[in-house]
């Protein structure tokens, strides 16, 4: 359902969600399926339509510090912010980073690039 709502909602239309048949077993794997795809088809052709809900958002239950804790339903039903870069792809924005390395890794001097990204 996650796929077919991030579907409609990027490329609107009405996609279909495919039933798998009650008498299979839970979890059923579609690559178990035999060669000629029976259970597979069988699926298809009980496709239902997706049909939006207007899904009302509760806020976190509690923080923990600058941490929002939350569930493993609420975490698979979050998106997250995209990430803001100070230097792309290297150092995100109003987020930790840590640069570390052995003794001669030439860390000063990377950390001095990195300023010079910034400045």
């Not at 609107?12 to 009650?22: K, L």
């Amino acid at each position: 359902v996650k796929i077919a709502k991030a579907l409609h909602d990027e490329f609107g239309g009405e996609p279909m969600i495919a039933q798998w048949d009650e008498s299979l077993p839970k979890g059923f794997d579609p690559g178990d399926d035999d060669e000629a795809l029976t259970e597979t088809k069988k699926a298809l052709k009980n496709a239902t339509p997706y049909k939006p809900i207007n899904e009302v958002i509760q806020p976190p239950k509690f923080r923990e510090g600058v941490f929002v804790v939350m569930t493993d339903i609420e975490a698979s039903n979050t998106t997250p912010k995209p990430i803001e870069w100070i230097v792309e792809r290297v150092l995100p924005k109003e987020q930790n980073a840590i640069l570390a390395g052995t003794t001669g890794s030439k860390k000063s001097y990377y950390a001095m690039q990195l300023g010079m990204c910034v400045a």
